[in-house]
């Protein structure tokens, strides 16, 4: 499995940013994919994850009502839609994918890509 995120940036609080995830060499549809971050001098940490097929959703507490996870199927693409981004937001935010059924603890995802960084100015 690969995984390339993009997407991210540099915006003003308040402001809303799109994640993209492209994932190649998925031969199940028994997927969990999602976003982590991590700050600098902070652990890494579930920020949304999504089924591939079933589609059920986790979000953390500190995104929930402002950030939306999605997938395109027929691209393999997943998305994370940042809204209303916040001081508290900026890190590095990792695109991640797992077999199985949903979870969001990062230890249990074993394939990621590079990070894409997003930075948010007051």
């Known amino acids: 499995v690969q995984v390339v995120e993009s997407g991210g940036g540099l915006v003003q609080t308040g402001e809303s940013l799109r994640l993209t995830c492209v994932i190649s060499g998925l031969t199940d549809d028994h997927y969990t994919m999602g976003w982590f971050r991590q700050a600098p001098g902070k652990e890494r940490e579930g920020v949304s994850v999504?089924?591939?097929?079933?589609?059920?959703?986790w979000y953390a507490s500190s995104v929930k009502g402002r950030f939306t996870i999605s997938t395109d199927l027929s691209e393999n693409t997943l998305y994370l839609q940042m809204a209303t981004l916040q001081p508290e937001d900026p890190a590095m935010y990792y695109c991640a994918v797992r077999l199985g059924a949903l979870r969001s603890g990062p230890d249990v995802f074993p394939d990621w890509g590079q990070g894409t960084q997003v930075t948010v100015s007051s």
């Open positions: 999504i089924h591939w097929r079933g589609g059920q959703t």
